[in-house]
Nanobody, 130 residues
Framework: QVQLVESGGGLVQAGGFLTLSCAAS????????MGWFRQAPGKEREFVAA????????YYGDSVKGRFTISRDNAKNTVSLQMNSLKPEDTAVYYC???????????????????????WGQGTQVTVSS
């Protein structure tokens, strides 16, 4: 398995921006499609964004499309989430995740179902004040 550690969360005013980072260690990072999910209090965990193995294909949840950008650096074993135009409803714990298809060579549309991700970070809190 790969170990994931998120950072970069915090408190920001509505309309502001934050960048989350996720550092991976363990197995070969470039063999994983990566994703970001979030969970607000009292709600189910929600898909935010995903990126393919090479970084060439990305996919976003409808609620963040046009505001968030996912990227990865395979040389540094990191995946990032740039969050712009933040809204109070973006308040949640944000989780980084690696997919379960380590032995796949698929580099197209990345998975976006939680069931397709087998390694998770501990989460980082993002709070957006109104």
């Amino acid at each position: 398995q790969v170990q994931l550690v998120e950072s970069g969360g915090g408190l920001v005013q509505a309309g502001g921006f934050l960048t989350l980072s996720c550092a991976a260690s363990g197995r070969t990072f470039r063999r994983y499609a990566m994703g970001w999910f979030r969970q607000a209090p009292g709600k189910e965990r929600e898909f935010v964004a995903a990126i393919s193995r090479s970084g060439g294909t990305t996919y976003y949840g409808d609620s963040v499309k046009g505001r968030f950008t996912i990227s990865r650096d395979n040389a540094k074993n990191t995946v990032s989430l740039q969050m712009n135009s933040l809204k109070p409803e973006d308040t949640a714990v944000y989780y980084c995740a690696a997919d379960t298809y380590y032995n796949s060579n698929w580099d197209g549309l990345p998975p976006h179902d939680q069931a397709d991700f087998g390694s998770w970070g501990q989460g980082t809190q993002v709070t957006v004040s109104s």
